[in-house]
């Protein structure tokens, strides 16, 4: 879980989230933006700067499993399995919560979303929360709602501009918002893909995950446009990719293309060349979206990745990137 810091910038945030102020701080998945997760107007502070819908709930981050019946209930033995396993770690177990989380924090539902990060930054942070603070830090991903995540502090600081403290701990690992299971209704229901995939859930729980259903909690980054750049973004098969961005050139667009084939670099103005593995798509994801937002194109044209378990979470992003473009066609 890493050791303690004596890390000024971590003593700062703490005072931050003490006086009821957000810090901006890095975790494996992405940069979050986090609030005392006991102080509602606090909490009142990450909706109003991102932009993002009140009834759209954030994740409580804690230092480590310890203090997870602080703020959740009837915790089942899967959850414990669960956390056993991937924490600290990219996952999120949805849970029902305690009496005294509020209820902004949770969207007004009787669950809420609880992860312990593994970065020693936000480890760091957590632990001394614990000892000076509430414990629990609501964070969603520090970023305009429906934007890229940030995988930076300079992504963080993009977004927001002076003025918010951000904890630099360097590009994030995984990349990939953190897998979300829902254990509040009894069996495990997958939400949200991500690094934790749903085979080592079944492996750990002994029950296959169910997919989202209609009376699934709401969760973050559940929304069917989401992580999306400001350019229109569309998907395409590799044995498409050359046709679709010669046509979109042959109308006057500039194209930029993310693709993981180098010989398409004579076709568009722009090309970002994303890594071949799983693993390393993941990681670069945003940041390889951000780099071709900024370049004033017309359209951005993504080649779709393989098919695989270990590809689930990226085609999920994408495919929440690509939605709600006039130029989508995703099915």
Same mark, same amino acid.
């Given at each position: ?10 003593a ?15 975790t ?8 005392? %997760? ?13 932009g ?36 600290p770690?990219?996952?999120?177990l ?28 936000a ?15 609501? %964070?969603p ?53 991500? %690094? ?5 859930i ?25 992580? %999306? ?16 961005v ?9 194209v ?76």
């Open positions: 879980m890493g050791g303690e810091r004596s890390d000024p910038g971590v700062a945030a703490i005072a931050e989230l003490n006086r009821g102020n957000l810090v901006a701080f890095p494996e998945t992405v940069y979050g933006l986090g609030a005392d %997760a006991a102080n509602a107007e606090a909490v009142a502070k990450i909706f109003a700067l991102k993002r819908p009140a009834d759209h709930p954030l994740i409580v981050h804690l230092a480590s499993v310890l203090a997870l019946e602080e703020w959740a209930v009837d915790v089942p033995d899967a959850a414990r399995r669960l956390a056993a396993e991937f924490w770690g990219p996952l999120t949805i849970l029902r919560k305690a009496s005294h989380v509020p209820a902004i924090l949770t969207g007004g539902q009787d669950t809420v979303g609880i992860r312990c990060p593994s970065h020693p930054v480890q760091s942070l957590l632990r001394g929360f614990a000892r000076h603070g509430s414990g629990g830090v609501a %964070a991903s520090a970023n305009r709602f429906g934007h890229v995540s940030p995988t930076t502090a300079q992504h963080v600081r993009e977004e927001f501009g002076p003025g918010l403290l951000v904890l630099d701990g360097g590009a994030c690992e995984v990349g990939l918002e953190s897998t979300i299971v829902d254990l509040s209704r009894g069996v495990p229901v997958l939400l949200r893909p991500g %690094a934790v995939t749903r085979e080592q079944g492996a750990v729980t002994g029950v296959a995950p169910r997919d989202r259903d209609a009376a699934a909690p709401r969760a973050s980054g559940t929304l069917a446009a989401h992580y %999306a750049p400001h350019t229109p973004l569309v998907l395409v098969d590799t044995d498409e990719l050359a046709e679709r010669s046509t979109a050139e042959a109308e006057g667009k500039r930029a293309v993310l693709s993981r084939k180098y010989a398409l670099a004579p076709l568009a103005g722009f090309l970002q060349v994303a890594p071949a593995d799983a693993t390393g798509y993941g990681q670069h994801l945003y940041a390889d979206l951000r780099i071709l937002d900024a370049k004033g194109a017309d359209l951005i044209v993504v080649e779709r990745p393989p098919r695989g378990a270990e590809w689930e979470a990226i085609h999920d992003r994408l495919a929440r990137a690509a939605a709600g473009t006039d130029e989508c066609d995703e099915t």
